[in-house]
């Protein structure tokens, strides 16, 4: 389990290119250690794959297949490209259960705009891998997955043998240095945001910056991801192709026919100082109208994009206060059913899958803002960043199409030109009363668990 990967197989979607035969094989396991980064800590250093919360989840290594897509059609054209290996796969899965048997992670750009300097990267990736473990409840499973057609290859256990397994390496000394806009930049962008969204252009625009770290030496993502994983046991942790992160924020979870969403907008900082007397931090959220305005708009963004694909939904009329170590957000749980919906009819009486699901639901307005076009094109014109994947879906893909997709946030984008440099991400939802001070510490309390996580700070030792 050391960086010896074979190339994998790299289908650029949509393509006439044949893809392999995947051979998948799914065995359950014991004697898995538990807790939270358990199942990071089996990772080998090279391309580590990563969704995990609570302990629970799956990680993967190596590529049996790479999906990368294009363009406007990412969602669509990777999708097809997973129909079409998984149509030519030989499956045996002695566990089903979710995630279990074929799985792709994946990871899509925010944006589908062409970058600037007219290159053709591209914006979508489903990553097969060719070793995948899994955690759900007391199951814990291993999947193997051969691009090369072999029906004789059996799934050992000596995969998991730690001795082979490159030690984690420390980044070192990390040095910090602004983004695409300094500080003060950012704030009168906010500031510009705040007037327009005054004068009516827009109801809400989520604005973000980034900052970029040097270490002294590359940093192995599986740095972050433990780090993340014990300090931020509620959010996903996750890893798909040199992004890296711990999400609160969960787009779609599709499972059965039952969908699910976390929706999280409005927010305060853990430490945040309060006029003295002045409420709990919780309180204070859960009552501030401009925060409950920012939560409304992202609530009725996922409802009204999940509506035409359920039978029946459940959208709460208030949100509770999730509490992570960093900050407070206002957070709702949206569920629904899917179900026999002119959507389903439009899709040839297919259930959508939780890609497609994911895909309806992008970008919710806790990501871009209200309404989401004019937001969208306010957010090309001044944030002044290319936000790359952040804030796009990130997640996996199962064989029957259920699946679960966060939004990319408190991330960390390792370059693979250079895995010394890092690319952190925060962004904050505008509303016509807020303020760009504020703002401004938000979005440093945001970048407050990649920051510590990079310079190995656990929150409890
Ligand atoms: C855009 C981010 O957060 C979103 C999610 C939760 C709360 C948010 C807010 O209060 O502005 C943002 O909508 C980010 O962390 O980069």
């Not at 969704?51 to 990777?78: C, K, N, Q, S």
Request: charged share 20%; proline share 8%; net charge negative.
């Amino acid at each position: 389990m050391t960086a010896e990967i074979p190339a994998p197989t790299t289908v650029s979607a949509p393509s006439a290119r044949p893809q392999p035969t995947l051979v998948v094989r799914t065995i359950a396991i014991d004697d898995l250690p538990d807790g939270p980064a358990a199942l990071i800590d089996l990772l080998p250093d090279a391309r580590p794959l990563s969704w995990v919360r609570r302990g629970e989840g799956i990680v993967g290594w190596g590529e049996a297949l790479r999906l990368e897509t294009y363009g406007p059609g990412r969602f669509a054209d990777a999708e097809a490209a997973w129909q079409e290996a998984l149509a030519r796969a030989v499956v045996r899965d002695e566990v089903h259960v979710p995630g279990a048997g074929p799985v792709a992670f994946g990871s899509f750009a925010f944006d589908d705009v062409v970058g600037a300097d007219g290159d053709a990267r591209p914006c979508g990736v489903l990553i097969v891998p060719r070793v995948v473990v899994g955690r759900r409840g007391t199951t814990t499973w291993l999947t193997t997955i051969d691009a090369t057609g072999s029906l004789s290859h059996s799934p050992g256990t000596h995969l998991l043998d730690p001795d082979g397994r490159t030690p984690v390496s420390s980044p070192g000394e990390v040095v910090e240095h602004p983004g695409a806009l300094g500080t003060e930049d950012w704030a009168a962008v906010v500031q510009e945001a705040t007037r327009r969204i005054r004068d009516g252009e827009v109801d809400k625009v989520v604005l973000a910056r980034d900052v970029v770290t040097t270490a002294e030496r590359p940093v192995d993502a599986r740095w972050l991801l433990a780090n993340l994983a014990q300090n931020y046991p509620s959010c996903w942790t996750f890893s798909v192709d040199g992004l890296a992160g711990a999400t609160p924020e969960l787009l779609v979870r599709s499972e059965k026919g039952l969908v699910t969403s976390r929706v999280l907008a409005g927010t305060i900082r853990r430490a945040a100082p309060l006029p003295d007397d002045g409420p709990d931090p919780a309180v204070f959220l859960a009552s501030s109208s401009k925060d409950l305005e920012e939560h409304e708009y992202a609530v009725r963004s996922v409802a009204d994009a999940l509506e035409p694909f359920c039978s029946s939904m459940n959208v709460p009329d208030a949100p509770f206060v999730l509490h992570l170590p960093n900050v407070l957000h206002l957070a709702s749980d949206v569920t629904g059913v899917l179900g026999h919906t002119v959507a389903e009819e439009s899709s040839e009486g297919r259930t959508p899958s939780s890609l497609a699901l994911a895909a309806a639901l992008h970008p919710s307005a806790a990501v871009c803002g209200t309404p989401t076009t004019a937001a969208r094109e306010m957010i090309r014109e001044i944030e002044g960043m290319d936000r790359g994947r952040y804030a796009g879906p990130v997640g996996w893909l199962g064989a029957d199409g259920d699946g679960e997709w966060g939004i990319a946030l408190r991330c960390a984008e390792i370059s693979h030109a250079d895995p010394r440099t890092v690319r952190l991400f925060a962004g904050c939802g505008i509303v016509a009363a807020s303020d760009s001070r504020a703002e401004l510490v938000e979005s440093e309390a945001k970048l407050e668990p990649v920051r510590s996580a990079l310079r190995g700070i656990w929150n409890h030792p």
